[in-house]
C-alpha cells in the first residue's frame, strides 16, 4: 500500500501569510492527488484534485502542484476562514489513502 | 444539489454491529459509486471500501474485510455500511463520500478517484 506523509503537522501563520503543506508518497503516484479542508464538526471538503486543479467554487487563493512523488498546497493569501486542517489522499492505486493531517493555527 | 444525508449516532457495546445509512439525492443513483471512510480520534482518514450503485459490488480495504459489508437500495437511493464484532478501536466519525466520476468513466471497475460530496459524519461510539 501506499503510504502518504504531510509535513508539518502544525502550521502557525498570520491572516495575510503565504504558506505551503507539503504531501510525500512512498511511491509515485502522477498527479493522482487530492487536498481536502476540513472544519471542526465538519466533513471534509475538496480543494484540489489532479494535483492542481482547483474545485469549483474554491477560492483561487489556494493553489497545488508536484508530480509523482512531491506534492504542495500553498495559500498564498490566508484569510481567517483558512484556519483549519488540511489532508492530502492518493488515488492512484487501491487502496486510496491520506495524509496524517495538517493543522493550521493562527500565530 | 448533490447531497448525501446519513443516519444518526450510535452506541454500542462491544462485540455489537452497527448500521449507519446514506441518503443521496441530487443525481442519479446508479451513475456513481459510493465510498465510506472514517475518522477515529488522532488518526488520519481511513477508507473502508465502496459499491457500486449500479450492479451493486462491492470492494473493501483489506483492514476492514470480513467485519464489513456495504449494500444500497436504488428504490430509496440510500447506501448501508454494516460493521460487526465491534470493538473500542472502532470509535469514529463514518462518512459516506460519492465518488467524483461517474462510473461510465471507470474501464475496470476500480473506483479510485477523489470524493466530493461527502456526507455529514455518523458518530459511532463502542463502550461497554
Known amino acids: 500500500d501506499i503510504q502518504m506523509t504531510q509535513s508539518p503537522s502544525t502550521l502557525s501563520a498570520s491572516v495575510g501569510d503565504r504558506v505551503t503543506i507539503t504531501c510525500r508518497a512512498s511511491q509515485s503516484i502522477s498527479r493522482w492527488l487530492a487536498w481536502y479542508q476540513q472544519k471542526p464538526g465538519q466533513a471534509p471538503n475538496l480543494l484540489i484534485y489532479d494535483a492542481s486543479s482547483l474545485e469549483s467554487g474554491v477560492p483561487s487563493r489556494f493553489s497545488g502542484s508536484g508530480s509523482g512523488t512531491d506534492f504542495t498546497l500553498t495559500i498564498s493569501c490566508l484569510q481567517p476562514d483558512d484556519f483549519a486542517t488540511y489532508y492530502c489522499q492518493q488515488y492512484n492505486s487501491f487502496p486510496v489513502a491520506f495524509g496524517q493531517e495538517t493543522t493550521l493555527e493562527i500565530k | 444539489q448533490v447531497q448525501l444525508v446519513q443516519s444518526g449516532a450510535e452506541v454500542k457495546k462491544p462485540g455489537a454491529s452497527v448500521k449507519v445509512s446514506c441518503r443521496a439525492s441530487?443525481?442519479?443513483?446508479?451513475?456513481?459509486?459510493i465510498h465510506w471512510l472514517r475518522q477515529a480520534p488522532g488518526q488520519r482518514l481511513e477508507w473502508m471500501g465502496w459499491?457500486?450503485?449500479?450492479?451493486?459490488?462491492?470492494r473493501y480495504s483489506q483492514k476492514f474485510q470480513g467485519r464489513v459489508t456495504i449494500t444500497r437500495d436504488t428504490s430509496s437511493t440510500t447506501a448501508y455500511m454494516e460493521l460487526s464484532s465491534l470493538r473500542s478501536e472502532d470509535t469514529a466519525v463514518y462518512y459516506c463520500a460519492r465518488d467524483s466520476r461517474a462510473i461510465s468513466y471507470y474501464r475496470s471497475g476500480n473506483f479510485l478517484s477523489w470524493f466530493v460530496p461527502w456526507g455529514q459524519g455518523t458518530l459511532v461510539t463502542v463502550s461497554s
Open positions: 459499491i457500486n450503485a449500479a450492479n451493486g459490488n462491492a
Open positions: 441530487g443525481y442519479m443513483f446508479t451513475n456513481y459509486a
